[in-house]
Nanobody, 126 residues
Framework: VQLQAFGGGLVQPGDSLKLSCEAP????????IGWFRQAPGKEREWLSC????????YYADSVKGRFSISRDNANNKVYLQMNSLTPEDTAIYYC????????????????????WGQGTLVTVSS
């Protein structure tokens, strides 16, 4: 699955930004789509995941209440709405996909995903 992440940019603290993840020509109905980010000098951090088949969503505590993940199955897209951004949110944001499965928190682990997008840079600065 070839994923593409879009929507990054330079925003000010307190602003919002909506990222999108697409898989042109590929159906994502059986996949879990995760969003991760990686800031300079830090490990890749899991943010959120959505199961494309039923829309079940999961969030890391660090972004719960500020970020919202959603899906558009008809267009094979997943979105990450990010609100109340702070400089600490500055990072490269990645989407990733792997087959859905339940019963564990696999979606939090980057090594569980076989398919990754190229990343989109989000910079929060005044």
């Amino acid at each position: 699955v070839q994923l593409q992440a879009f929507g990054g940019g330079l925003v000010q603290p307190g602003d919002s930004l909506k990222l999108s993840c697409e898989a042109p020509g590929f159906t994502l109905d059986d996949y879990g789509i995760g969003w991760f980010r990686q800031a300079p000098g830090k490990e890749r951090e899991w943010l959120s995941c959505i199961m494309m088949s039923d829309g079940m969503t999961y969030y890391a505590d660090s972004v719960k209440g500020r970020f919202s993940i959603s899906r558009d199955n008809a267009n094979n897209k997943v979105y990450l709405q990010m609100n109340s951004l702070t400089p600490e949110d500055t990072a490269i944001y990645y989407c990733a996909a792997d087959f859905e499965r339940y019963g564990s928190t696999w979606y939090q682990n980057p090594s569980e995903y076989d398919n990754w997008g190229q990343g989109t840079l989000v910079t929060v600065s005044s």
